[in-house]
């Protein structure tokens, strides 16, 4: 814009003209201004009513959703499992009708709990697999297909296809040992395993198969065990944040990554072992694949000689793996599914083999028990290496496996999360079945809150001395720090080979962000009776709440240690810092300094608590998993919702809308003042 000089005398006012780009137009001329206000106003207003008419049809919608809800409700049981199907994107499976090739999709992650059975967690699961392209399996169920296909003689070949199957290897030892036990009973049965790319996991079940397929641009996701940190005292410092650590004894390793910049060397030379000893078991336990071991050592251990011979194959690593007998078969999926067709025959088109999914085999089992005898229970008894579902009596005795994984959390909506009130519940039905003879704690958890920890330990004393029955632990992937403090409570510790436990230690930790919001001109100021009843937000914590705080943190860990000593007598007179101070030990180590007392799975446990427990050898003992409930969570609200949003709203609102309903509904989680829980989170392979 141009104004004109005001100081001219000769001039118009500044404001007597506005030019603009190829011309002017005089302010003595009002009526375009007016025009243009009125046209404005006119859009205002055009904008209003739309958005009032929207937001009207949407509130009169509603209601109509309210009423229809309502009138709904006796219909909700009968047709939930009908929307399942519907989201689920499956055919109904015929019992009885067998193809000739049974389909394990694990290209997703395996579970170790049995999955909740409601129709709310159903869908959630059917939308995770279909929004995230992947599956979502369970171990029991995996398990119990291969063992009704024992039975199956229309099988004639098994297919896994393990392309991104994520699990830890405790879990895929017992799949594992599931294939091999198939094999033993049916060797005549072929079974081929297929991956883009092979964790180490994966490639841990695919040993137990007769044919290692791999895809011309895959290679193994693994090149050895590594574990790292991200460290962040000098990013700290420079935001002007003050860690709040308090600590007891030598407890470092969760906590250092906020007060160093690199990882201490103690800790260092402790998980150095600890990765070595998982690397060499690991390899160890390839010894059923001849030469796999060596091969392994000989590729990976050696990075120049892995990078010359990668060389040699023009940067294939499928075409390396092969030359090494690490892999039997270089092929596209397409193409083996292809053949599958060639040889089997195909629904609709030769890309779509004629396969029955393992999932549906396992359900036909479940559903053949319960409508050919109404009459009896459904139990599961100890095989060889697995358990399958069989039916006992009324009276019979059974040991109950009951499921602790993930963290130790205060709080959550979720039936599956490691909390006091989802443990309780599960409690709740050992309580209430007298033919429960034994539990089996089966943990796979970091530890967590103290409080829950401790909650969860009472509740495990209360089950023991109410119904004076025996409870064993098996440790899994990880059963560290508050994990370790419940399993005080129990009567003997088993642990996997590959188990990492330890972690007894505690601390707490905050952030203090009052220099920061100092700079920026935040102050805090009040009244208070005590300095210790301060909440410091833009002021530095008074000394005195400082000394509270680590006064209280060494007297949960005097308790700590006093609840491993009174646990373990062989531990009474042994000095607590050779087994306490946060150290993690592998199983091996565990069992040297009295920490566990066997290391076994859980099928080993099973076998033990079974012996221990039986009178003659007339007794029979069955195994029976405890299932997470969704209970009140699942409610009414969302089982409607369920029902009227299928076919109508798109999955993917479908799930943001559930995600939402568990965040309104949650109760609030209080933050643990006070953590014991264990540096590595997860191990998984």
């Known amino acids: ?81 009908d929307v399942i199907a519907e989201f689920s994107g499956k055919s109904s499976f015929e019992a009885g009708h067998i193809e000739p090739v049974l389909y394990f999709g694990l290209n997703g992650p395996v579970y170790e709990y049995p999955l909740p059975d409601d129709d709310y967690s ?12 992947r599956r979502i399996n369970d171990i029991l169920s995996i398990e119990k297909a291969l063992k009704a296909a024992q039975s199956e003689v229309a099988i004639k070949e098994i297919y896994f296809d393990l392309t991104d199957c994520i699990t830890t290897f405790p879990v895929a030892e017992r799949i594992y040992n599931a294939i091999c036990e198939y094999k033993e009973n049916k060797p005549d049965t072929r079974i081929t395993v297929f991956a883009e790319n092979y964790g180490a996991s994966a490639y841990r079940i695919a040993t137990a198969a007769d044919s290692i397929i791999i895809d011309p641009l895959g290679g193994f996701d693994f090149k050895g065990f590594a574990s790292s940190n991200l460290y962040l005292k000098d990013l700290l410092e420079r935001f002007r944040v003050e860690p709040l650590v308090f600590k007891a004894g030598e407890f470092k390793s969760a906590v250092e990554i906020f007060t160093e910049n690199r990882m201490s060397d103690g800790v260092k030379k402790e998980y150095q072992h600890i990765f070595d000893s998982l690397w060499k078991l690991y390899k160890e336990s390839l010894n059923t694949r001849e030469n796999a071991s060596k091969a392994l050592s000989t590729v990976f251990d050696n990075p120049e000689r892995f990078l010359s011979e990668l060389d040699r194959f023009r940067g294939s690593e499928a075409q390396l793996l092969k030359s090494m007998g690490l892999v039997d078969e270089i092929n596209s999926q397409l193409n083996l599914e292809y053949a599958l067709s ?13 396969m029955t999914d393992y999932q549906d085999l396992a359900d036909s089992v479940k559903t053949s028990s319960v409508v050919s005898k109404a009459k009896k229970k459904k139990h599961r008894k100890s095989g060889s290496n697995n358990p399958v579902t069989v039916e006992t009596q009324d009276g019979s005795s059974e040991i109950a496996v009951l499921y602790g994984i993930g963290e130790i959390k205060d709080f959550s909506e979720r039936p599956t999360e490691f909390t006091p009130d989802n443990i309780a519940t599960q409690i709740g039905k050992i309580l209430e079945d007298n033919r429960i003879k034994g539990v089996i704690f089966y943990i796979n958890s970091p530890g967590g809150s103290v409080s829950a920890s401790e909650k969860i330990r009472n509740l495990i004393l209360n089950l023991k001395e109410t119904r004076g029955i025996p409870v064993y632990v098996s440790m899994n992937s990880l059963c560290a720090s508050g994990a370790y403090w419940i399993s005080t409570a129990c009567d003997r510790l088993y642990a996997t080979p590959t188990t990492i436990t330890g ?27 005590s300095e210790l009843a301060r909440t410091p937000v833009a002021v530095r914590m008074p000394e005195s709440q400082r000394r509270m705080n680590t006064l209280e943190v060494e007297g949960i860990y005097e308790n700590f240690i006093s609840l491993v000593r009174n646990s373990r007598p062989a531990l009474k007179k042994t000095d607590y810092r050779v087994f306490a101070e946060g150290k993690v030990f592998l199983c091996e180590d565990a069992l040297s300094l009295n920490l566990i007392d066997d290391c076994n799975d859980l099928f080993g446990v099973f076998e033990d608590m079974k012996d221990a427990l039986k009178k003659d050898d007339k007794d029979e003992i069955s195994l029976v998993h405890l299932t997470p409930e969704g209970g009140s969570k699942a409610n009414l609200f969302r089982s409607l919702f369920i029902m009227t949003a299928s076919g109508v709203i798109a999955p993917e609102y479908v799930k943001t809308i559930l995600d939402l309903l568990d965040k309104s509904a949650a109760v609030s989680e209080r933050k643990p003042k006070l953590m014991a829980i264990g540096a590595i989170r997860d191990v998984t392979l």
Not at 42 to 54: A, E, L
Not at 122 to 132: A, F, S, Y
Not at 342 to 353: I, K, Q, R, T
């Open 122 to 133: 159903k869908l959630t699961r059917n939308l995770d697999e279909k929004l995230n392209n």
């Open 342 to 354: 060639n040889d089997y025959g195909y629904v609709d088109n030769m890309l779509n083999p004629n």
């Open 1 to 81: 814009m141009d104004f004109k000089d005001p100081n001219n005398s000769t001039s118009q006012n500044r404001s007597d003209y506005i030019t603009i780009q190829t011309g002017s137009v005089k302010k003595d001329s009002p009526s375009l201004l007016k025009g243009l206000c009125h046209l404005f106003m006119m859009i205002g207003s055009v904008i209003t009513f739309i958005r009032n008419t929207v937001f009207n049809i949407i509130f009169i919608l509603l209601i109509i959703a309210i009423f229809a809800l309502i009138s709904m409700v006796n219909t909700v049981a009968d047709k939930g499992s």
């Open 503 to 529: 972690s007894i230690g505690v601390f707490s930790l905050g952030l203090g962000i009052h220099d920061l919001l100092n700079e920026y001109g935040v102050r805090q100021d009040g009244v208070e009776t």
